[in-house]
């Protein structure tokens, strides 16, 4: 058996992409709020940067597939590797993410997964260590 014969399908435990567009649109009014961060992210663009992480965040987790049907490989760092991520940015990105997460109110298990993940997520798009 693999684990999602043990556990179920993540997607489907948290709630579906009800969750996942609840999460990417909390996620996102952090994002416009920040100074440091909101300028990586293009004013005309924010509904369609919240569909794609809806959409990548419900592939990741086990839903369906739209993102690499419409988008292909995520290839993450490098359409990130235009801004500059430091630990200041990273930090930033994770308190919107955090937001994001505890307004899900999922039950400890599942938030401690999603926790992790968007740690090491926000920890492999750092490239650079200056201010």
């Not at 909101?38 to 369609?48: F, I, N, T, V």
């Not at 049907?69 to 930033?92: S, T, V």
């Not at 994770?94 to 401690?112: G, H, I, Y």
């Amino acid at each position: 058996m693999d684990g999602q014969d043990v556990g179920g399908n993540f997607f489907e435990l948290v709630g579906g992409s009800a969750t996942f567009e609840k999460l990417a649109k909390k996620f996102y009014e952090g994002i416009a709020a920040d100074e440091v961060l909101k300028p990586m992210y293009p004013a005309e663009d924010l509904d369609g940067a919240t569909r794609r992480l809806q959409l990548f965040l419900e592939q990741y987790w086990g839903g369906p597939t739209t993102y690499q049907e419409e988008r292909g490989h995520p290839r993450l760092r490098m359409r990130h590797n235009p801004y500059k991520i430091n630990q200041d940015a990273r930090q930033r990105w994770l308190n919107c993410m955090e937001a994001a997460v505890d307004s899900l109110s999922l039950p400890p298990l599942q938030k401690a997964e999603m926790w992790a993940y968007f740690d090491r997520a926000a920890t492999s798009m750092l490239n650079t260590f200056e201010d």
